[in-house]
């Protein structure tokens, strides 16, 4: 380890690959962390959004990037893990949509807060958005703060001392300022992936809601959209 880096607070990072997280891990950067990329292979339907995220890890720059494989299509449950479940098109559905994986951010905050405690590190970073969030509870900020009281209640380095703090800095942002923020801090998002259903390419289908929050999020901040479109 560097003399550059040997001195600074570790933080792990969840990173899927997408605008949010790639923002989120920028912010880290920025705020002096020595960053641990977490990414999750949870049966999600394509392996785009994990190769984005590796690329953006080495734009960036972290000290270390895992991908972990948790099969939640083995449940299925959800448009983004049974493919016999349709991917909505924006703005189809009411309530909580199609898209919705049950529990995958508890599961990934639990898979980073327990990569955490093993590098003594008392800092996660999530990229969960309460603004532009399709719906999901578990980006609202109730969940956030539940699930880090948990974390202080749950492990060996909160009960020695060692206070974990789950840091979620997109949580009120519009995709407007997330964009503005991130193009502040360097972050080239041609190498995100965002769509649900995204090709081998990474190339966005257009047309579900995901893709529809982004796009409206380049216009608004008035900036090149710089996704690479099916059509």
């Known amino acids: ?29 920025d705020r002096q962390f020595d960053c ?6 949870y049966g999600q339907r394509h392996e785009s959004e994990l190769n984005a ?44 949509p199609a898209t919705y994986v049950p529990a995958r951010n508890t599961i990934m905050l639990s898979l980073a807060l327990a990569w955490a405690e093993t590098l003594n590190c008392c800092n ?7 603004v532009d969030y399709s719906g999901y509870p578990d980006c609202r900020p109730e969940f ?11 492990t060996k380095a909160a009960v020695e001392g060692n206070k974990l703090t789950i ?22 998002y041609s190498l995100t992936v965002s ?3 995204a090709d081998e390419a990474g190339r966005a289908c257009g047309v579900c809601d995901s893709c529809r929050i982004r ?7 008035g900036v090149n959209d710089v996704t690479l479109y099916m059509i």
């Open 53 to 96: 995220a590796g690329n953006v890890a080495s734009a960036i720059g972290v000290a270390d990037h895992k991908i972990i494989s948790v099969d939640l299509s083995a449940f299925g449950g959800s448009a983004l893990t049974d493919s016999s479940i349709a991917v909505p098109a924006a703005g189809e559905t009411t309530g909580i």
């Open 215 to 221: 796009r409206d999020g380049f216009e608004a901040a």
């Open 167 to 188: 840091h979620a800095p997109l949580i009120n942002l519009p995709k407007k300022d997330i964009i503005l923020t991130g193009l502040a801090l360097g972050v080239d």
């Open 1 to 29: 380890m560097s003399d550059s880096t040997k001195n600074k607070a570790k933080a792990v990072v969840l990173l899927s690959g997408g605008l949010d997280s790639a923002t989120t891990l920028a912010i880290a950067k």
């Open 144 to 154: 956030i703060l539940a699930f880090e009281k948990m974390a202080n209640l749950a």
């Open 36 to 41: 641990y990329a977490l990414s999750i292979d």
């Open 195 to 197: 769509c649900y259903q």
């Open 124 to 130: 996660i970073f999530t990229g969960v958005n309460a």
